[in-house]
């Protein structure tokens, strides 16, 4: 199956900055997803990303908050914009491989 | 829209005992899979097992089965032997199969926490 790598790990940062997170995937995909998964609950879907067109986002959540990026079938970009601190959460890509795959997770803290 | 539920918030078991997690899920779609995620302290989402609505058999994968209950919307793990490494939280997921609308995204239940006990 594929493997994701997710980067940055963790990460502090300052209330109404941006933060930009990146997962690369070993192999092409079609499909992408960015989910959110809030401390000590589930996980939440924020957008399908597709290589070449605009990301589907889902209800509560808009592209000016969390712009994304699919360049191509192997990489993709979340940027979490204008951060306060509501923002501190887990975030994670994944892809569809008969079971999602996901990345190990990125643990944004908004301070 | 489907909805996922996962009715116990804890559990505990005993090392080399049996636990059963439980799952009900709701959705009027017949093309579906349902899957059972660990999620260790690590963070990093692990997929358990995967059902496809379609199979009437029921899934295993070494230790881990499901009881997959098409008509009363349930899909329940069970652990056998469990280990100390089993202690994790487990969700349980809905994805929408075939093409289309919401086809592909996955529903996920809030999570069962388990601890296994030495």
């Known amino acids: 199956s594929a493997v994701i790598s997710q980067k940055p790990s963790r990460d502090i940062c300052q209330r109404g900055t941006s933060l930009t997170i990146q997962c690369q995937v070993d192999?092409?995909?079609?499909?992408m997803f960015w989910y959110r998964q809030q401390p000590g609950q589930s996980l939440t879907l924020i957008a399908t990303?597709?290589?070449?067109?605009?990301?589907?986002?889902e209800s509560g959540f808009v592209i000016d908050k969390f712009p994304i990026s699919r360049p191509n079938l192997t990489f993709s970009t979340l940027t979490v914009s204008n951060m306060s601190p509501e923002d501190s959460s887990i975030y994670l890509c994944?892809?569809?491989?008969?079971?999602?795959?996901f990345g190990s997770g990125t643990r944004l803290t908004v301070v | 829209a489907q909805t996922v539920t996962q009715s116990q918030p804890e559990m505990s078991v005993q090392e080399a005992e049996t636990v059963t997690l439980s799952c009900t899920y709701d959705?009027?779609?017949?093309?579906?899979?349902l899957f059972w995620y660990k999620q260790p302290p690590s963070r990093q989402m692990i997929l358990v097992i995967r059902?496809?609505?379609?199979?009437?058999q029921n899934a295993t994968e070494n230790r881990f089965s499901v009881n997959f209950q098409k008509a009363a919307k349930s899909f329940s793990l069970k652990i056998s032997d469990s280990q100390l490494g089993d202690t994790a939280m487990y969700f349980c997921?809905?994805?929408?199969?075939?093409?289309?609308?919401?086809?592909?995204?996955?529903?996920f239940g809030d999570g069962t926490t388990l601890t296994v006990k030495p």
């Open positions: 192999s092409q995909v079609t499909m």
């Open positions: 059902q496809e609505a379609y199979k009437q």
């Open positions: 990303a597709n290589q070449g067109s605009e990301a589907t986002y």
């Open positions: 997921a809905f994805m929408k199969g075939g093409v289309g609308t919401n086809a592909g995204k996955s529903t």
């Open positions: 959705t009027s779609e017949n093309n579906y899979y």
């Open positions: 994944s892809l569809w491989d008969y079971g999602y795959t």
